[in-house]
């Protein structure tokens, strides 16, 4: 491989891996663009790279947010039921279904979510005070915030919507599982964000092995861009104690409008 393709995917990597950990999105918005885009992989090819990269930085996130129980790792894997099954579903139909129908379904979806989170003022869910079902750590202030979950068959349904999603575009579904966690469910954002980097972990693991037994892992890109991930992921993690809640939303949203351009772009064949 030339040296410069290597350090570009290292470097892409470390980017996504930042982005990836710290809002619980996996990093596909930044992996699908560039390998598609600037290194000319087809989109198949390059949705499985995403996968892998997405399970790397899934691996250490996941330790390092149940390690300072910001993580909900019950209600993640009562989601993951679905989700993994409809990342399977997903792997096995991705080359079926009339794509653009659903990027553009999905643009619609975030972009809604999006602007829900940016005009928020900051208000999130569960409270300090009283009994609750669950309980997440707030790391930048220390503390120990209640909440109850709703809507749970509701959530775990969309969520296999996510999974499949997910190995569509290898996009990671976090986009969707955080919205739904917290704006539907009642999850603090950033145990949400704890909880959706946990997840996306199991969600891409089975999506990748599909693309693997395929044969459509080019596992020199995929290598490169796992070492990359996992080095972003120890810096995400760690600088997410610093982002209160107001400024977590707020950069979340443009997350979010930024992951429905990039599926508009491939509704119209851009990407």
């Given at each position: 491989?030339?040296?410069?393709?290597?350090?570009?995917?290292?470097?892409?990597?470390?980017?996504?891996?930042?982005?990836?950990?710290?809002?619980?999105?996996?990093?596909?918005?930044?992996?699908?663009?560039?390998?598609?885009?600037?290194?000319?992989?087809?989109a198949v090819?390059?949705?499985?790279?995403?996968?892998?990269?997405?399970?790397?930085?899934?691996?250490?996130?996941?330790?390092?947010?149940?390690?300072?129980?910001v993580?909900?790792?019950?209600?993640g894997?009562?989601?993951?039921?679905?989700?993994?099954?409809?990342?399977?579903?997903?792997?096995?139909?991705?080359?079926?279904?009339?794509?653009w129908?659903?990027?553009?379904i999905?643009?619609?979806f975030?972009?809604?979510n999006?602007?829900?989170?940016l005009f928020?003022h900051?208000?999130?869910?569960?409270?300090?005070?009283?009994?609750?079902?669950?309980?997440?750590?707030?790391?930048?202030?220390?503390e120990?915030?209640?909440?109850?979950?709703k809507?749970?068959?509701?959530?775990?349904?969309?969520?296999?919507?996510?999974?499949?999603?997910?190995?569509?575009?290898?996009?990671?579904?976090?986009?969707?599982?955080?919205?739904?966690?917290?704006?539907?469910?009642?999850?603090?954002?950033?145990?949400?964000?704890a909880?959706?980097?946990?997840?996306?972990?199991?969600t891409?693991?089975c999506?990748?092995?599909?693309?693997?037994?395929?044969?459509?892992?080019?596992?020199?890109?995929a290598?490169?861009?796992?070492?990359?991930?996992?080095?972003?992921?120890?810096?995400?993690?760690?600088?997410?104690?610093?982002?209160?809640?107001?400024?977590?939303?707020?950069?979340?949203?443009?997350v979010?409008?930024?992951?429905?351009?990039?599926?508009l772009?491939?509704?119209?064949g851009?990407?």
């Open positions: 491989m030339d040296p410069s393709v290597l350090i570009g995917l290292l470097i892409l990597g470390v980017v996504a891996g930042i982005i990836g950990s710290l809002f619980g999105v996996g990093g596909g918005i930044i992996f699908i663009p560039v390998l598609t885009i600037v290194y000319k992989l087809p090819e390059a949705a499985a790279i995403s996968l892998i990269g997405i399970l790397s930085l899934s691996a250490g996130a996941a330790s390092y947010y149940t390690e300072h129980k993580a909900n790792v019950r209600l894997l009562y989601l993951e039921i679905g989700t993994t099954i409809g990342a399977i579903v997903g792997a096995f139909v991705a080359g079926l279904i009339d794509q129908i659903i990027f553009t999905f643009a619609v975030v972009i809604a999006g602007i829900r989170m928020s900051g208000k999130d869910c569960g409270s300090t005070e009283g009994e609750h079902e669950f309980y997440a750590k707030d790391m930048k202030t220390g120990t915030i209640g909440y109850d979950l809507h749970k068959t509701a959530g775990s349904a969309i969520c296999f919507i996510a999974g499949a999603y997910s190995s569509v575009t290898g996009v990671g579904g976090g986009v969707i599982k955080v919205p739904v966690m917290n704006n539907f469910m009642g999850v603090p954002l950033k145990a949400a964000t909880t959706s980097s946990f997840m996306i972990g199991l891409a693991f999506g990748a092995m599909v693309y693997f037994i395929n044969g459509q892992v080019d596992l020199e890109f290598a490169c861009v796992a070492i990359g991930s996992y080095a972003g992921m120890l810096v995400g993690t760690r600088i997410s104690r610093y982002f209160d809640t107001t400024a977590l939303k707020r950069y979340f949203a443009f979010l409008f930024a992951s429905a351009v990039s599926m772009l491939k509704a119209g851009v990407l």
